[in-house]
């Protein structure tokens, strides 16, 4: 390739609005600027932890349309994306080989920065100009010290909203740098975009992630267009936002919550816009709780980023933070129908099925489904991570490992075991959730009773809800859980990166694997997974 050129490589941020790599690439010096997206077969359809897989077929499908509405916009402004399929450092060296900067959002796990040490090393000539992206709070503007940031949620926020600074969205660029004149061979990367069936799918797998569940709650498509109108929709159109803390903990239909999340993953939209939207919002409808929780979602979602910058790869050891050593049991069998939505509890199951015909699973359901792993099966956390990173579509890896780890009580703060018959009781009264996921295949689901008591036995025949707890009781919590987790040194496979947990335990327990006491409080629960 002759002459001299930047690079933008783009990965997990997807999109033209406020994305700070772009500007800088934009801003780089004169000349031409050539965008790039990498498509590794090794991040997709292939084995990682305990039978699960990299990337399902519908998490990539949803990475396939995220990517084209990126070309899409970059073309419509006078540029284009070079697509190459490969390890990062053969695409980048056939693609931008004679490159002097390559310009990339900054990433925070050790997977994603290994890739970009082998592309330094392979592109000798080329300097990669990092830029920090995708967060509330920059690192310098956090409150804190960025690689040293508390483990407890509630202090990284005191100082984050007491200290730190919330910038402005930037706008896209009306306008980009020219293509550089490109070879034959590298001009057909401007066109090419890989199939399922490239990426490692069957035909058949990849015809099911291209079909939408009925079932599921929403339509999700990938890219920023879709991004942004499911904003506009959620926010202004349906008026949602002034009732959202109020709805949030629902599990069934579109509107209890933002589904933000898918899209701000891959980055086709940035937490900075939100922000700017929920601002507006106040400033021409209503401020109240609800408008705040929206964005205290998006705090939780940046504690888990300064989280993995500050333990680095202790979010994926099998001892987490705190290093424990405790074996666990993992029963023979377990995993395999907590997968498959088996296990004979009725919300595990509605969630888990959920979770494997969508890739969609509400922030009240994975909290549940992560504690019953862990406290009730017993089984290693790392199991759960590697499953939800598999089928997420939502999956980054700070927030998935992160939650993970927490919800297993491996960062050194308080555990939370939930009851999963009391929460079915509380959060599904009428049993509609569990009844749409499981009614049609109830006959191969094990024992799955509808209608349960707060302690598990059967009251079929009548339906019958505790009083809720109140909203504000919830969150302040009216007790402290303590207790130990599991753990070991050991890494876990998959990728390096967990959910959302929290809430009600029947009783006190004691056993190898750690002690927890009764907690009907806040613990990790970090919706932005269900916003």
Not at 107 to 130: F, N, P, Y
Not at 187 to 207: D, F, I, Q, T, V
Not at 241 to 250: D, T, V
Request: hydrophobic fraction near 30%; aromatic fraction near 10%; charged fraction near 30%.
């Amino acid at each position: 390739m002759a002459g001299r050129l930047r690079c933008l490589w783009f990965r997990v941020d997807l999109r033209l609005d406020d994305n700070p790599a772009l500007q800088a690439a934009c801003r780089g010096g004169s000349g031409n600027l050539l965008p790039i997206f990498v498509f590794d077969p090794k991040n997709f359809n292939v084995p990682t932890l305990a039978g699960a897989r990299k990337s399902s077929a519908r998490r990539a499908q949803f990475l396939l349309e995220s990517v084209e509405c990126l070309r899409k916009s970059l073309e419509k402004r006078g540029s284009g994306l070079a697509i190459g399929l490969g390890s990062a450092e053969d695409v980048m060296s056939k693609l931008c080989g004679d490159a002097q900067d390559i310009f990339l959002q900054e990433s925070v796990c050790s997977e994603e920065r290994t890739e970009e040490a082998r592309v330094e090393k392979k592109l000798k000539g080329a300097k990669l100009q990092r830029v920090w992206g995708g967060t509330l709070y920059l690192p310098e503007e956090c409150g804190q010290q960025p690689n040293n940031t508390p483990t407890l949620f509630t202090s990284f926020k005191n100082k984050a909203e007491g200290r730190g600074t919330i910038r402005q969205p930037i706008d896209a660029p009306q306008k980009l740098p020219e293509l550089p004149q490109l070879p034959e061979d590298v001009a057909n990367s401007l066109r090419y975009l890989p199939s399922l069936e490239e990426l490692g799918y069957s035909k058949e797998e990849a015809e099911v992630a291209r079909t939408f569940d009925r079932r599921g709650v929403l339509d999700f498509k990938g890219g920023e267009e879709a991004a942004l109108a499911r904003m506009q929709k959620w926010i202004w159109d349906d008026d949602k936002l002034q009732e959202y803390k109020e709805i949030r903990n629902g599990m069934l239909g579109e509107g209890f919550s933002s589904k933000f999340s898918p899209w701000l993953a891959l980055g086709c939209m940035s937490p900075r816009r939100i922000n700017k939207e929920v601002q507006r919002y106040e400033s021409e409808r209503v401020k109240n709780k609800s408008t705040y929780w929206l964005i205290f979602e998006l705090e939780w979602r940046d504690f888990f980023v300064y989280m993995a910058k500050t333990q680095g790869d202790k979010i994926f050891y099998k001892g987490g933070v705190v290093g424990d050593k405790a074996p666990w049991k993992n029963p023979k069998g377990a995993l395999q129908k907590w997968k498959d939505g088996k296990t004979g509890d009725p919300l595990v199951d509605a969630n888990m099925r959920e979770l494997a015909a969508t890739g969609f699973m509400s922030n009240r359901g994975r909290q549940n489904v992560a504690s019953y792993l862990i406290f009730n099966l017993e089984v290693d956390w790392r199991h759960g991570a590697a499953h939800f990173e598999e089928h997420l579509l939502d999956y980054d890896p700070c927030s998935n490992w992160g939650n993970w780890v927490a919800a297993a009580g491996l960062t050194g703060q308080r555990i939370n075991k939930f009851n999963t018959k009391k929460q079915l009781n509380d959060y599904d009264p009428e049993r509609r959730y569990v009844r749409h996921w499981l009614d049609e295949s109830k006959n191969d689901a094990g024992s799955t009773d509808m209608d349960v008591d707060e302690e598990g036995s059967s009251s079929t025949g009548r339906r019958w809800a505790p009083k809720h707890a109140s909203r504000e009781e919830e969150e302040k919590g009216k007790g402290k859980g303590k207790g130990k987790g599991k753990g070991g040194k050991s890494k876990g496979k998959g990728h390096k990166g967990g959910q959302d947990h929290k809430i009600d335990d029947s009783e006190a327990h004691s056993s190898k694997r750690g002690r927890w006491k009764r907690a009907e409080g806040r613990g990790y629960e970090n919706a932005v997974f269900g916003a």
